[in-house]
């Protein structure tokens, strides 16, 4: 079998304010902002609106393990103007990529930050579950002020 892919390059996250999602991100959880764009002008057809011609603002985060990082791009569309979705999302039973998981050395800290604030919304209290390559993970599960499910995982010897 012929294999193509070298690693995942970035996963995108589209949010409704690029300075919200700045403050949660890299105020919060820790991401370092490796480039930003405002104002940027593509054909439309990237990203799925032929004929048209869309403006975005993004930020490249990482984490403090930079080499070979997957970046997640931060991305709110200026034009057509960010979609709010004012339904519930779907389970995590959707099909679908559903959530993001980063890696992490110390799940409690992260819950107890997070708590502080008072307006996150968890799906769970971190739990240790058994990881399928052997040992076991700890896992707090939650959602980003636009609704986006992410994890955090400690690997547990």
């Known amino acids: ?3 193509y ?6 996963v995108c996250i589209t949010v409704a304010d690029i300075d919200a999602a700045l403050e ?3 105020g919060v959880l820790g991401l ?11 054909p ?3 990203l799925g609106f032929p004929n048209q011609i869309i403006e975005i603002h993004a930020d490249h985060l990482v984490g403090t393990d930079k080499e070979n990082a997957t970046v997640i791009d931060l991305i709110e569309f200026v034009e057509p ?6 339904e519930s999302a779907a ?18 800290a992260i819950y107890e930050k997070l708590k502080a604030r008072g307006d996150i919304n968890f799906l769970c209290e971190p739990q240790v579950v058994i990881a399928p390559t052997g040992g076991k993970f700890k896992i707090l599960t939650f ?6 499910i992410l994890e955090v995982i400690e690997y547990c010897e």
């Open 5 to 10: 892919i070298n690693r995942l390059f970035h």
């Open 143 to 148: 959602k980003d002020p636009f609704e986006n």
């Open 32 to 42: 370092e902002s490796i480039g930003q764009l405002r104002h940027e002008r593509a």
């Open 44 to 46: 439309g057809e990237i």
């Open 1 to 3: 079998m012929d294999r």
């Open 81 to 86: 103007k960010t979609v709010v979705n004012t």
């Open 24 to 26: 949660f991100y890299c």
């Open 91 to 108: 389970p995590l039973n959707h099909a679908g990529i559903n959530r993001m998981a980063f890696g992490v050395d110390d799940t409690d």
